[in-house]
Structures are given as C-alpha cells and as structure tokens.
Nanobody, 115 residues
Framework: QVQVAESGGGSVQAGGSLRLSCTVS????????MSWHRQAPGKERELVAH???????NYPASMKGRFTISRNSTSNTVYLHSSSLEVEDTAVYYC?????????WGQGTQVTVTS
C-alpha cells in the first residue's frame, strides 16, 4: 500500500513564506512525477508545481516566481517553497505522487494567508 502525507501548512501573514513537505511511503516502485496542487473554497483544484522523476520542473504561468518545487530523493520527499504569499493563495494544498502503482493523493494541508 502506498501512503502520501503532507505537512507544513498553517497561517502566515501576506508577504510571508512557507515550506510544505510531502513524503511517499509504503510499497511502491519508481517515482515518475511529483506535483503540488491547491483548491480554494468554491474553486476547482489547480496545479501549482510539477517535477518529473528526472528532476525537470514546470509551473503554470500564474505560479512562476513565487513557488518552487524541490525534492530529497533519499527520503522520497518533495517540497513546495512559497514566498510573497498573498491572501488569494489561501487554499488546501495537495501533493500528488505518480508511482509505478498509480497516482496517489495526500490528505491536504491548509494554508491560510492573512492580511
């Protein structure tokens, strides 16, 4: 069984920074891709950052410059570094891991940006 767990959410003032972590564990083969998504109240889930198994990163235009995805391959952990946060960044942030056995979502971690 594969488990994905996020951590690091919380409340931060506008203009601040936050680092989220996501670890995949259990019985899985290769990690093909890792990504972060978010869903604000009343809105659809959207992509924030993506990293291939080879380390190539991609960001939607609206996320470039304020979000950075990185990883620690040894611990099967992916990070989302965010800076210059805005109130509009308030959302539940989800991690997705694409592994040999399929796609797995974490339970999400709440990020609240206050003015």
């Amino acid at each position: 069984q594969v488990q994905v767990a996020e951590s690091g959410g919380g409340s931060v003032q506008a203009g601040g920074s936050l680092r989220l972590s996501c670890t995949v564990s259990g019985n899985f083969g290769h990690i093909y891709a890792m990504s972060w998504h978010r869903q604000a109240p009343g809105k659809e889930r959207e992509l924030v950052a993506h990293m291939s198994g080879g380390g190539v990163t991609n960001y939607p235009a609206s996320m470039k410059g304020r979000f950075t995805i990185s990883r620690n391959s040894t611990s099967n952990t992916v990070y989302l570094h965010s800076s210059s946060l805005e109130v509009e960044d308030t959302a539940v942030y989800y991690c997705n891991m694409a592994v040999t056995e399929g796609f797995y979502w974490g339970q999400g971690t709440q990020v609240t940006v206050t003015s």
